[in-house]
């Protein structure tokens, strides 16, 4: 039922109104949320593993690059600002697009033919993709975590005996709360994003379907109840993570 | 801030009497100059007071006094170490010197996780006696798991004041330590900090608005104007004959600015 290709167009016909065909596709997807097929789960441990293996990355560049922007000036600092804001409201179709040329057998990156640079169509161009977009995310937020902790805060640090380093340590901890939301804000920005996987992913069943470009498929093909089942998964992953990252925060306010 | 570039810095060391000697000391915010010293002693184990209106430089006396901020001209001294424009204090100096500012900023912690903060810094990962002992002397054991952001603004100082004193410091510099504070809490922290000379020696530097407090406190007394020292004495003659008129004035209570 998730073969790409066959195009049926969704038939709200005679008879059964719209309000009967939600209704029918939602116990559909009830019933395929507690009895899923080897397609579905296939496509939920993708989408996660694609976002969250970016969401990794990004975190990992993104905290340190955006602690850095908060703590310190330096020449060129406002410009790398600036680049940061316009990358957080980038649309991410366009950096779907930018990956593709990059990636594609004529372009830069795809010419080099090197085992470290992932093809066009695989999960690797996918997270590649969604990195640059939860990257900026991730910086800007942790950069505007790091900037409200209080400035008194770093002198009376040094005053008592911390090195740079352990300054900056210190500021970024007390910004913990601030990080983690920045970290929440990459993960909203990737999961739910179709266009850019849509693009260097090319959806192509059992390789790079993810849960957004499935619900476009299925909505397109007529298969409602899968496409809200697909749906209902996703806000469930996002609902999920989400309060867990919450919990994350309160323990980080309690403790 | 590395100790790297300490080898040029060696000078003869100081008498042991005298914790820092200040020589031609100035700063220029801006093009605009905020402090200037031409000499000033601070001996090893006294309390000096630095009293004087606001702006009188003598917070960025304090940070350079604290390694925080090098002069813009002149030289501090301090052991073997010469602080000037261009030194970066070793961190092994800056350790031996903390502050306690007028507004005490903690981390969002538990209370002992702050009173134990520098000690970490310093590679000491258990230290329960040592921050058990410092909450001891503020008064505040029973606190010790608390939320930090929990206190009362009393409470907060007094933290600070415990997690400066738990580092051992050759020098405490104190910031207004209890300006904005009630009368309790001034008089308990002002207890502290003269037990704390008096049986540890600590070097006291406080910058205060309130000339009864540097009364009550301080070995010597001096009295900062415009960036300028205009006067330093011991308290006895700095309040009952001082010789500058501006400082007399000034302990009259008299507009001097």
């Excluded at chain 1, 998730?2 to 009830?30: C, H, K, M, Y």
């Excluded at chain 1, 090195?163 to 983690?180: H, K, M, P």
């Amino acid at each position: 039922m998730l073969s790409a290709g066959e195009f049926d167009s969704p038939n709200f016909g005679t008879g059964a109104s719209l309000i009967d065909e939600l209704w029918n596709g939602l116990r559909q997807a009830v019933n395929l949320l507690f009895n899923p097929d080897s397609a579905l789960t296939e496509i939920v441990a993708l989408s996660l593993r694609v976002s969250g293996i970016a969401l990794l990355f990004s975190t990992i560049i993104g905290v340190p690059v955006g602690a850095a922007l908060g703590l310190w000036r330096f020449l060129g600092r406002k410009l790398v600002v600036a680049f940061m804001y316009t990358g957080m409201g980038f649309p991410p179709v366009v950096i779907g697009l930018f990956v593709y040329l990059m990636l594609s057998r004529s372009g830069p990156l795809g010419q080099l033919n090197s085992p470290l640079i992932p093809n066009l169509f695989t999960p690797g161009a996918m997270i590649i993709a969604q990195t640059i977009i939860a990257f900026p995310l991730v910086a800007g937020f942790t950069m505007a975590a790091v900037m409200g902790v209080d400035p008194q805060l770093r002198q009376q640090v040094q005053s008592l005996g911390a090195t740079t380093w352990q300054t900056a340590w210190t500021v970024i901890t007390e910004a913990r709360i601030g990080v983690i939301v920045a970290v929440i804000a990459g993960f909203g920005g990737i999961i739910s994003e179709v266009g850019a996987v849509m693009l260097v992913g090319g959806n192509i069943e059992g390789r790079t379907r993810v849960l957004t470009t499935a619900i476009v498929l299925e909505t397109r093909k007529g298969n409602f109840e899968l496409a809200i089942a697909l749906g209902l998964i996703l806000l469930g992953i996002t609902f999920v993570i989400n309060a867990l990252m919450l919990r994350l925060q309160g323990r980080a306010i309690d403790t | 801030m590395t100790a790297a570039n300490s080898g040029n810095q060696r000078a003869p060391a100081l008498p042991n009497h005298v914790s820092y000697r200040i020589e031609g000391l100035s700063k220029v915010y801006a093009g605009r100059p905020v402090l200037q010293i031409d000499h000033l002693e601070i001996r090893h184990g006294e309390i000096l007071a630095l009293v004087g209106p606001s702006g009188a430089g003598k917070s960025t006396l304090l940070r350079m006094l604290n390694f925080l901020e090098p002069p813009s001209a002149g030289r501090i001294r301090f052991g073997e170490f010469e602080y000037h424009p261009t030194s970066d204090a070793p961190l092994a100096v800056r350790r031996q010197v903390t502050t306690v500012s007028q507004r005490p900023v903690l981390l969002n912690r538990p209370v002992q996780a702050n009173v134990h903060f520098g000690l970490r810094l310093r590679g000491q990962r258990t230290a329960s006696a040592q921050v058990d002992a410092a909450l001891q002397q503020v008064g505040l054991a029973h606190l010790a798991r608390q939320q930090a952001r929990t206190l009362s603004g009393g409470e907060a100082q007094r933290v600070a004041l415990a997690r400066a004193m738990v580092l051992q410091p050759a020098v405490l510099l104190l910031d207004e330590p209890t300006a904005n504070l009630d009368p309790y809490n001034v008089g308990l922290i002002e207890q502290i900090v003269r037990t704390l000379n008096q049986e540890q020696g600590t070097t006291l530097v406080l910058v205060t608005h309130n000339i009864f407090q540097a009364h009550r406190l301080a070995h010597r007394v001096g009295f900062m104007l415009d960036g300028r020292l205009v006067e330093v004495a011991d308290t006895q003659t700095f309040f009952e004959a001082p010789t500058d008129p501006r400082t007399a004035a000034f302990v009259r209570g008299d507009m001097v600015y």
